[in-house]
Nanobody
């Protein structure tokens, strides 16, 4: 059983920054892919950023240039650096992980391991 625990959410004014962390309960070897998603009330879960086993990253257009995904394998931790936050970034943020063999282009349905979520609120 793998557990993912997000932290770092909170309230921030528009234009500010936050860094989210996702700590894994065990080491993810290089066969695993990881991603960040968010879900606002009444909206579908949105994929934001994805990192594969070669550390290649990809981003949704809505966050490209503002958010950066990274991981520290020694700490079993995934990060999401969020800069230039906008009010529309307000949502619950989730990290996800699974074997890259099961994940196709970072789609949410392909990830089997999810964190409990951390709330990000951006005010104007």
């Amino acid at each position: 059983q793998v557990q993912l625990v997000e932290s770092g959410g909170g309230s921030v004014q528009a234009g500010g920054s936050l860094r989210l962390s996702c700590a894994a309960s065990r080491y993810f070897d290089r066969s695993y892919c990881m991603g960040w998603f968010r879900q606002a009330p009444g909206k579908e879960r949105e994929g934001l950023a994805y990192i594969d086993n070669d550390d290649t990253t990809s981003y949704a257009d809505s966050v490209k240039g503002r958010f950066t995904i990274s991981k520290d394998n020694a700490k079993n931790t995934l990060y999401l650096q969020m800069n230039s936050l906008k009010t529309e970034d307000t949502a619950a943020y989730y990290c996800a992980a699974d074997s890259c063999a099961l994940v196709v282009a970072g789609k949410a349905r392909d990830f089997g391991y999810w964190g409990q979520g951390t709330q990000v609120t951006v005010s104007s």
